[in-house]
């Protein structure tokens, strides 16, 4: 195993990210990838804020705006995944 079975170190920026977006509790199967990618959008300064004003040309504008809502999505679906896993085990409870 590349990285031991020590979770991946999330600076603060990116906990912020991800209890502003509600998925700080995740089930433990899907929480280190997604804190994962949270440290990597992160460390290579791809959250949104501020993005949009480094680029002149409106198309590149246009696409860091698709970009910005595909990622928007997909964190919506990570959390609506993570909603309907636990709500399965639960049902799987009873």
């Known amino acids: 195993m590349v990285f031991g079975n020590k979770e991946p170190k999330v ?11 509600g998925l700080s509790n995740l089930e ?3 929480d280190p990838q997604v804190r994962a990618i949270a440290d ?3 460390a290579n300064g791809l959250f949104k804020a501020g993005l949009a004003l480094s680029f002149a040309k409106a198309e590149e504008q246009a696409k860091l705006g ?3 809502a ?3 999505q997909n964190w919506i679906i990570i959390k609506q995944q993570d909603e309907i ?4 085990k639960m049902l799987n409870n009873k």
């Open 85 to 88: 896993l636990k709500e399965l």
């Open 28 to 30: 433990s199967n899907v």
């Open 70 to 72: 595909q990622v928007e």
């Open 66 to 68: 698709y970009l910005s």
């Open 40 to 42: 990597d959008l992160a």
């Open 11 to 21: 600076d603060k920026k990116a906990q912020k990210y991800l209890e502003k977006k």
